[in-house]
């Protein structure tokens, strides 16, 4: 049987969500504003803006079940909708949308985070700085991806007319974390609320872009933790999809940071690390599919690709590496790509990502 899935956004989420629905009987169309989106090699393309209602009607009527692979779409259109089956539910996706909600939500669910202040005025973030104390990092409420949209605060002077500076928009400033490791958690919930959580991986970020993501054991405490706030986040907003949670561990402590209602980059190892993808599990949940819970997960890890891609010959020589091309143009700071690496054990893939590294010339 055919099921036919609709998904709002059409870039490389997209092309990997259709990759690994296809084997299931799944067909694609993406609705997308791009003239040919890196995920149409994989379905159709309905050309129009995210907030076209009578595309989103058209979306909707031509498929069994619609999802979205990014988060700067209208709530409110999604909302015109609400009749039809489309997960993750758009209460989730505006949570995520504007940064005091998310913390707000955090809070209220018991997932920790750093001390936070809502910004409206140059006035507001004096009285922030005072009651919080310094570093900080100031964040745009809404829209922020890839570090854009953040400044950090290291001394007192620093602050003054920031405000303006940054736009004269709502800002969420907090306590600059000194973490010991960022993790994220990826898990999915079904319609049912079945869950299945993939091992935690660590992350690790230049110029606020995700370059390295390994799957890690952090230890009892900490997993028990996490499981506890994926859990409670995707309780509370009644989730169905995939979802990853951002997280800063201190000592033996996690941190909420941030959450998208997505698939998501750190979970990108999962494809050849497991045997039911963060992608694939996400499909089966949104169409009402049981969960993947043998995932045979294997230490892995992934070396995003940025800018520009790297000799693909060398990479595809290596026998525990796996090469992921989004067909996108190269340009400074976009993602094009990534490589996933498999191995024995997790040392060896660390040392596998730090040789692929230099020989690439990722290093730094
Ligand atoms: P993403 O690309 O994940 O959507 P983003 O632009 O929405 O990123 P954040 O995830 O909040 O923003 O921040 C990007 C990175 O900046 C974090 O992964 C972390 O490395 C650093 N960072 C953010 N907030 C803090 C903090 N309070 N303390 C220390 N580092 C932080
Ligand atoms: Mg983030």
């Known amino acids: 049987m055919t099921i036919k899935v609709g998904i709002i956004g059409g870039g490389q989420l997209g092309r990997m969500l259709a990759l690994s629905g296809a084997p299931l009987g799944m067909q694609f169309t993406f609705l997308d504003p791009g003239e040919a989106p890196c995920a149409t090699v994989a379905g159709r393309h309905i050309r129009a803006a995210f907030d076209d209602l009578p595309a989103l009607e058209a979306l909707c009527d031509e498929n069994d079940v619609v999802t979205f692979e990014f988060e700067n779409i209208s709530a409110e259109a999604l909302d015109t909708l609400s009749a039809r089956e489309l997960y993750p539910p758009v209460a989730a996706l505006r949570a995520a949308q504007e940064r005091k909600h998310e913390k707000q939500l955090f809070e209220s669910v018991g997932i920790p985070v750093a001390p936070w202040r809502a910004i409206n005025s140059q006035a507001d973030l004096d009285q922030a700085v005072a009651d919080l104390g310094l570093p900080l990092i100031a964040k745009t409420r809404t829209l922020g991806y890839d570090g854009k949209g953040q400044t950090r605060l290291q001394q007192a002077d620093e602050a003054t007319d920031l405000f303006t500076q940054m736009g004269s928009v709502p800002l969420l400033v907090e306590r600059l974390v000194s973490f010991d490791s960022e993790l994220s958690i990826i898990g999915t919930r079904a319609r049912d609320g079945d869950v299945v959580i993939y091992p935690l991986t660590r992350n690790w970020h230049r110029d606020g872009i995700l370059h390295r993501s390994e799957c890690t054991d ?66 089966r949940a949104v169409t009402g599919l049981p969960l993947g819970h043998s995932l045979h997960a294997r230490p892995a890890g992934m070396l995003n690709l940025i800018g520009q891609l790297p000799d693909q010959t060398h990479v595809l020589r290596q026998p525990d590496c796996y090469w992921h091309g989004y067909d996108k143009t190269g340009r400074p700071g976009r993602k094009i790509g990534h490589i996933n690496v498999v191995s024995s054990d997790q040392k060896r893939v660390a040392e596998r990502l730090d040789t692929l590294e230099r020989e690439l010339g990722l290093s730094r």
């Open 218 to 283: 952090p230890g009892n405490t900490l997993r028990r933790q996490a499981h506890r706030h994926f859990q409670a986040l995707t309780e509370a907003l009644d989730y169905v999809g995939t979802l990853a949670l951002e997280c800063f561990v201190c000592d033996s402590l996690l941190l909420g940071n941030e959450f998208a209602p997505r698939v998501h980059n750190s979970g990108h190892w999962t494809q050849n690390g497991t045997l039911c993808s963060q992608f694939e599990n996400h499909l």
